[in-house]
């Protein structure tokens, strides 16, 4: 596996175990359609929470946060349009946008949870 793709899922799972640590029931890992892709698929209380994980090894590139652009925030609603209606599990009152920034910096990494993202 290349490096790129291992601190992907690395960057991942370190997501997943902080949106748990904060309450967060995990629905949905890497769900996929034809659209795309959704990171992590969450539920925040009564909110349904689609998360798009993003992990940077550095900020030669700007930093994680910045790569996410807005071509990939519409796609996100897309992506939670087709969620739901290929029998996405419970009902919500909400439906929230978050990203989760990840950079790493030696062995350790710098976390960045942003709620709410439009």
């Known amino acids: ?11 991942e799972q370190v997501a ?3 949106l748990r640590a904060r309450g967060m029931q995990i629905l949905d890992r890497n769900w996929r359609c034809r659209e795309g892709e959704i990171d ?5 209380g009564r909110a349904l929470v689609m998360v798009e994980v993003k992990t940077r090894s ?3 590139h700007g930093t994680a946060l910045e790569a996410v652009s ?3 925030l519409a796609r996100l ?4 349009g087709r969620w739901l209606a290929a029998g996405g599990r419970g009902r919500f009152e909400a439906v929230r ?3 989760v920034a990840l950079e790493r910096f ?3 990494f710098s976390i960045r949870h942003v709620r709410g993202v439009v």
């Open 58 to 60: 550095g900020r030669t």
């Open 77 to 80: 609603h897309v992506l939670a």
């Open 40 to 44: 992590v698929v969450a539920r925040d």
């Open 106 to 108: 030696g062995g350790r």
């Open 70 to 72: 807005r071509a990939k």
């Open 97 to 99: 946008f978050d990203v």
């Open 16 to 18: 997943v175990e902080f």
């Open 1 to 11: 596996m290349a490096a790129k793709d291992e601190l992907g899922r690395t960057g």
